[in-house]
């Protein structure tokens, strides 16, 4: 798989940019668990300005493709002059042949990162999984911080989320699962402008009737994958947390 460290827009509008879904290493990872044996990220800079023979001369010939799938609006070389149907072209010469990916739809509506974006800018949480076709993943590690207010009852930790550069989310409550700690509430704010960089806690669902004494349970330099699996509310009361306990999102599970 070819693939960047940030999308082709970035490097043309940065100020416009929306944020990342996940950082490189994550989509590495993701890509080797799809079966992919081979993940290399280029630099685009150093290639927005080659014509598209000379991108398939130095780029994909090198790495001896039998078989090349793109995207059905798949662009490339200077100016985007490079498609699909050249491609074809130019691969039955070089040696290896090009599929290309129609469009994928989700009750009517065009899968598409841009739309992914906007529904976790939105908090809708249940559409930008389904588009990612699985649960949208938080990936940092655990301190302790107390809490105030309706969440004083819950072991409360900050979360430092690995990287920078996101998407920002919706602000406000989240039920979210690992799967060693089980469900909590994550709470997602920002100070200003919902570019910058959130202030997130996370509060364990499955210690709040016998609150751990200290964070000795966890593991402060370990990473630990927090699954967003709806948005609660702008705002937290008790109705909701007893709705949550009614549904038995309470258990933790063993490390």
């Not at 200077?78 to 691969?91: Q, S, V, W």
């Not at 992914?116 to 301190?143: H, M, V, W």
């Not at 406000?172 to 509430?185: D, K, P, Q, S």
């Not at 709040?208 to 009361?237: C, V």
Request: proline share 8%; charged share 25%; glycine share 8%.
């Amino acid at each position: 798989m070819l693939t960047f460290p940030y999308p082709p827009e970035y490097y043309f509008n940065p100020r416009e940019f929306e944020g990342l879904l996940y950082l490189t290493e994550e989509k590495e990872k993701r890509a080797r668990a799809l079966g992919m044996d081979r993940v290399e990220i280029l630099d685009f800079p150093t290639l927005k300005d080659m014509t598209p023979s000379e991108f398939v001369d130095r780029i994909l010939c090198p790495l001896d493709p039998s078989w090349v799938i793109v995207g059905y609006n798949f662009r490339f070389g200077r100016h985007r002059a490079g498609t699909t149907d050249f491609l074809r072209a130019y691969g039955k010469k070089k040696g290896y042949q090009t599929s290309v990916i129609p469009p994928v739809f989700v009750n009517g509506v065009k899968v598409s990162s841009t739309m992914i974006r906007y529904f976790l800018k939105s908090g809708d949480i249940a559409k930008a999984n389904a588009f990612l076709n699985q649960p949208y993943l938080l990936e940092g590690t655990l301190a302790e911080s107390p809490d105030t207010g309706v969440l004083t009852a819950l072991f409360s930790l900050r979360f430092l989320r690995k990287g920078s550069g996101f998407v920002p989310l919706y602000p406000g409550y989240y039920l979210v699962r690992n799967r060693h700690l089980g469900y909590a509430i994550l709470y997602a704010s920002y100070k200003g402008p919902s570019s910058e960089i959130p202030r997130i806690s996370v509060h364990l669902l499955g210690f709040d009737r016998e609150p751990p004494r200290s964070i000795g349970i966890l593991d402060p330099k370990a990473s630990y994958d927090w699954i967003l699996l709806k948005y609660l509310s702008p705002r937290i009361d008790q109705t909701i947390l007893e709705a949550i306990r009614g549904q038995g999102m309470t258990k933790t599970r063993s490390r």
